[in-house]
């Protein structure tokens, strides 16, 4: 039957193109159909569903954890899937032309046991051409194989870089973290050099960040290790940052700030480009005026010195509305929060707490702040 095999060919086609830009393709793919967005859109949206029916919020991000894992898994076997109906179509279409015909139930069989390279051989092929193509497909099923073992390293090394740079946003801008802390825990000797090279380090994160997301989607399904942690979170807190340095805080050279700036902002919208994710408004003021005039407080109790407050006020708002609304964006799809600049109540950071209590984590906290203040 020519339809079965015109069928078959344009699935394997499809499933085979699909994984080169998948895997191997190191760019954004710009189609506007493509089966694995389908897939992700579909599957993620299930399970969002399912995790706003969590109410705990523990058991909800462990939840959330699960889909960037299990959705590779899925996604291989439903490439899988494809070429096996893909060639068991052809094996069919083929093996009727000439005239001894398979069932179909007989030739997807054949063709799964021989992509997966079993060789029971209780279904052979009687056709050159038949013999040809199981020879072919079996050759697919190695390839396949090597490609999804190849797939997974370089996943994962995206996913452990990214989380090394946001573990260390611990100590210096708190659990979720916060511009408002970042700039307190920067004040003092050597802070403002040490918030210099915290930029530089950020410039260069987020362009990783770009980098591995857009070549390889599914890492930003995966979340970090802590509930109130995520990498949207601490681009959120840097692009934060960057902002109240341009704006408001007149003792920092600004050029890497606005480097830095570019950079997580070129990221955040590239990458709600490439999820599909317009810009949204907050629906709520992140920085209200009394927690702006907070925050201007504790920087200055912190000893830096401000630019007139109208004047930062508006210079803020004009730099937070080239992000925050791809950031809102972004933060509706994968389901992750974005924090506020200044946290209403002082919150325990993850490096403090233990399975066993926070008073070790409190005396070490106190060792800590003791060797800064000595510095």
């Known amino acids: 039957m020519i339809w079965a095999i015109a069928i078959g060919a344009l699935i394997i086609l499809t499933v085979l193109w699909e994984a080169f830009e998948t895997v191997v393709l190191p760019r954004r793919v710009t189609r506007r159909f493509r089966l694995t967005a389908v ?21 909800r991000e ?18 899988a899937i494809g070429l096996i109906a893909g060639f068991g179509l052809i094996l069919y279409g083929e093996s009727t032309l000439n005239g001894w015909a398979h069932t179909l139930s007989a030739a997807v069989y054949l063709s799964g046991t021989t992509l997966f390279t079993l060789g029971i051989g209780d279904v052979v092929p009687h056709t050159a051409s038949g013999r040809t193509l199981v020879v072919i497909e079996s050759g697919l099923g190695f390839g396949f194989l090597a490609l999804v073992l190849s797939y997974l390293p370089v996943i994962y ?6 989380e090394v740079n946001i573990v260390l946003l611990d100590a210096r801008a708190g659990s979720p973290p916060t511009a408002g802390e970042l700039l307190r825990r920067h004040a003092g000797p050597n802070g403002i050099e040490s918030l210099r090279q915290l930029l530089r380090d ?22 970090s290790q802590h509930n109130n ?19 408001c805080v007149a003792d920092v050279e600004l050029r890497q700030a606005r480097l830095t700036f570019a950079m997580c902002r070129h990221t955040v919208v590239d990458l709600a480009q490439l999820f599909r994710t317009p810009p949204h408004s907050m629906g709520f003021e992140r920085l209200a005026a009394s927690d702006f005039d907070r925050l201007r407080a504790q920087i200055e109790q912190s000893g830096f ?13 004009e730099l937070r509305q080239m992000y925050e609304p791809y950031l ?17 109540k002082e919150i325990t950071d993850n490096w403090r707490t233990s399975a066993w209590g926070r008073i070790s984590g409190f005396a070490a906290a106190a060792v800590v702040e003791a060797d800064d203040h000595s510095d």
């Open 62 to 79: 462990t939840f959330l954890s699960f889909y960037g894992p299990l959705s590779l898994l899925f996604l291989f076997i439903f490439w």
């Open 157 to 162: 090394q995206a996913f452990s870089r990214r």
């Open 328 to 344: 809102h964006g972004l933060s509706r799809h994968l389901y992750m929060e974005v924090p506020p600049f200044i946290l209403a």
């Open 229 to 247: 942690e995520s990498w949207l979170s601490a681009l959120s807190a840097i692009l934060d940052l960057t902002a109240l340095l341009i704006s």
């Open 305 to 317: 010195r401000l630019h007139e407050r109208d004047a930062s006020a508006e210079k803020l708002a």
């Open 202 to 223: 950020w410039e260069r994160s987020s362009a990783e960040i770009m980098e591995s997301h857009i070549s390889y989607p599914a890492v930003a399904y995966f979340r």
């Open 39 to 59: 897939f992700y859109r579909s599957t993620w949206a299930v399970w969002k569903l399912i995790a706003r029916n969590i109410g705990k919020i523990s058991r």
